[in-house]
């Protein structure tokens, strides 16, 4: 691909003031981007990148360029008149004690809580019947609970353990280590870890994976060769074991390594992308083994979830797109030799082990059923749940006699349950007390067919006894990749947006993982336009059936999904009046250049593949597909300043793009948090504040004046 940047975008950088008006509608005086004359040729075909001088988050103009835009947009959601009460309503109704269940860890109990309000949630332990106390408290790590805890691993006997902090959002992690008896910090900060989980060998130390700290910005900079060390405890970073990684022939986009529960084996899975991966295992018992493949090529997703000594229980997809478990012996452990333990069936597996059993988590059309196994393969019991929605937490330690499991679905607010692994029942462990009342709505499951007549599930969640008139204001959400199942939860969030009248839909498109692999690739590289399809199609479905009009669509999606509503915008404008694209993958051509963005390629593909593969991205690229005089819909797009995953960049071209050429009336605004990444670790009050604004943008923008539910105001107000 050559380059050709023919003016520096720093002679070029002017603003205008952002100026607003007390009219109705709210008008908008948007800053004056500068565009510079940077254009890449592909394939023999020019394209031109006017706002690259955007992708440079270090710079002065970038900085400035945030601040005004972010002037324009609070001053546009500061004259929204509901605005504040929304934001009211969602502190009262997220001020509830939260509880997590339990796990035993050496002598003490831990358990995760947040008393309502607080940013970040608060670790505390106990010792038998004795009080709780606080163990960790991420909400003094920073004065504004932008520091979070991001991941927290104990040794086999529990009197050691690290933890990994998260700072402004980003993927950059530091990892520190504790005596859990005493809570003292032990030996130094290791710094510069990304994308990794720590896993303790003995009470030696931990594995650990990072990359090397990129030249220039380390928020958006390229990182393609992930590398595992081990750390002992005592020693310096720099005196870290380099464990694999580390040779030409070793490069992968993702390395992870873990220690087997039994403490024998090291597991080490390296992958070049976000689907497939090699498999490797180091027998630690013998001081003189080596890394030995288990599976030498990316074609299919492989874990180990068990072993018993040598035999190995390995996940994997490979030759079943819808998951399956196999064993081998860790003496001879290629794919010639696995053995079927439990067999593919037609619906998607996800396992998990504990208390001396196998539990099979089933996708039924994206809802859980779990199957309880012994270690021979013998199906002991279909466990019944508490009702239809999403069941996880089935597993815990081999000599667990009890664990816990968490169920939710749209409606009903996550509760945990403490489980028999003899007998099969389960009891209530914690429910919330939330003022929402589950027996006031419903939820159902409809199957509408897409642009090629595929059927797609949709789950459509509202209060009891709307009328279907085509003026209720609906979300429709949804993702659409990477394999990710979205499976039903409650959320406060959405309870607020229902509880306005609001219609919450979620379709499981294509590119997900409900179906497994094969309805993954369906919308993956040439086949993308599949999920944009099965959207609108989701959309259309809504509006025939009076559940809502244009006038009261709006659709959402983040990451990925920030993806689908910019392509869905662009491509079909008409069919929704509210646009929220949040974090999104919106430069097709050069999503691959920044940070992990490569590894993102099973998915999408890049420009640089083939001129095919260059004019499909193209095609559907939501930064190159705004077009001058399109009255696009109202639009706010949301991103943070922080985002080291998918960059501003994206979401600051693409505003730029929708206030430049946009048509008419509806505001085109970006919301840029500041001292956040992407999504993880963000302190409840910025959440808060974030989702005011946006119901408040949507129902500002479909016409309301007041909210739609006034009862529920005037109730909480008194």
Request: charged fraction near 25%; charge should be negative; glycine fraction near 8%.
């Amino acid at each position: 691909m050559k380059k050709i940047a023919l003016l520096s975008p720093l002679a070029l950088f002017l603003f205008a003031c952002q100026t607003q008006t007390k009219k109705e509608p709210i008008a908008v005086n948007y800053p004056t981007t500068a565009k510079a004359d940077t254009i890449d040729t592909y394939f023999g075909t020019e394209v031109k990148d006017p706002y690259r001088w955007l992708e440079d988050d270090r710079s002065p103009e970038t900085e400035a360029w945030v601040k005004t835009q972010n002037r324009t947009t609070f001053g546009y959601l500061e004259q929204i008149p509901f605005r504040n009460d929304l934001k009211n309503r969602l502190e009262k109704l997220w001020n509830y004690e939260k509880i997590t269940a339990p796990f035993e860890e050496g002598n003490y109990t831990y358990f995760y809580k947040n008393d309502g309000l607080q940013n970040q949630y608060v670790v505390y332990r106990k010792k038998g019947e004795g009080e709780a106390e606080v163990f960790l408290d991420p909400n003094t790590f920073s004065e504004d609970g932008t520091t979070s805890l991001a991941g927290l691993s104990f040794t086999k006997d529990g009197t050691m353990a690290a933890y990994l902090i998260s700072e402004g959002g980003s993927d950059w992690r530091k990892a520190i280590v504790i005596d859990t008896e005493t809570k003292e910090i032990k030996g130094d900060t290791l710094v510069d870890i990304k994308f990794s989980g720590l896993s303790w060998r003995g009470n030696e130390g931990f594995y650990y994976s990072s990359y090397d700290k990129p030249k220039g910005s380390e928020l958006s900079a390229k990182t393609d060769q992930h590398k595992v060390y081990f750390h002992k405890l005592g020693t310096s970073q720099d005196q870290d074991e380099l464990v694999f990684g580390g040779r030409p022939d070793e490069k992968h986009r993702y390395i992870g390594a873990s220690v087997t529960e039994d403490q024998n084996y090291l597991v080490l899975s390296a992958a070049t992308s976000t689907s497939g991966n090699k498999l490797f295992i180091q027998n630690l018992k013998d001081p003189n083994a080596l890394l030995i493949p288990v599976v030498e090529d990316t074609e299919s997703d492989n874990t180990i979830i068990e072993n018993v000594g040598s035999k190995l229980f390995i996940v994997t997809d490979r030759n079943a797109p819808n998951t399956k478990i196999v064993t081998v012996d860790a003496e001879n452990p290629a794919p010639e030799h696995w053995v079927d333990f439990i067999a593919e069936t037609e619906n998607v597996l996800t396992p998990n082990t504990g208390g001396g059993y196998f539990f099979a988590e089933y996708m039924v059309d994206a809802l859980s059923k779990i199957l309880q196994y012994d270690y021979n393969g013998k199906l002991i019991r279909e466990v019944k749940l508490p009702g239809l929605g999403s069941a996880s937490g089935f597993g815990g330690k081999k000599e667990d006699k009890e664990f816990y499991f968490y169920f939710t679905n749209y409606i009903i607010p996550g509760s945990s349950y403490k489980y028999n692994v003899e007998t099969g029942e389960y009891q209530s462990y914690w429910k919330p007390e939330i003022d929402f009342n589950p027996e006031e709505y419903e939820s159902n499951q409809i199957f509408y067919e897409s642009k090629d007549g595929t059927k797609i599930p949709m789950m459509i969640t509202h209060k009891k006894g709307i009328e279907l008139n085509g003026k209720n204001p609906t979300i429709l959400y949804a993702y659409g990749g990477f394999n990710i199942s979205i499976t039903p939860s409650f959320s406060i969030v959405n309870s607020i947006w229902m509880e306005q009248g609001g219609i919450y839909a979620v379709p499981n498109i294509r590119g997900g993982g409900e179906y497994g692999k094969k309805w993954h690739d369906a919308g993956t590289k040439m086949q993308k336009q599949n999920v944009f399809d099965d959207f609108i199609a989701a959309g259309e479905y809504l509006i025939a059936n009076k559940y809502t009009s244009s006038d009261y669509l709006a659709i959402r999606g983040g990451s990925n999904g920030g993806l689908l509503v910019g392509a869905t915008m662009t491509q079909r404008p008409d069919l929704m009046k509210v646009a929220l694209p949040a974090v999104g993958v919106l430069d097709m051509l050069r999503y691959h250049t920044f940070t992990a963005g490569a590894g993102w390629a099973y998915d999408y593909g890049t420009s640089e593949d083939s001129k095919e593969m260059f004019d499909y991205l193209k095609g559907y690229s939501p930064v190159h597909n705004v077009k001058a005089g399109v009255a696009y819909p109202a639009t706010l797009i949301t991103t943070g300043d922080h985002d080291d995953r998918v960059v501003p960049a994206h979401s600051f071209k693409f505003a730029a793009e929708l206030q430049e050429k946009q048509e008419g009336k509806n505001p085109t605004l970006i919301r840029i948090e500041t001292n956040a990444g992407h999504g993880a670790g963000t302190p409840v009050s910025k959440t808060i504040e974030q989702y005011a604004d946006i119901f408040g943008f949507t129902l500002h923008n479909m016409g309301f004046k007041e909210l739609p539910n006034q009862a529920v105001l005037k109730e909480f107000k008194e």
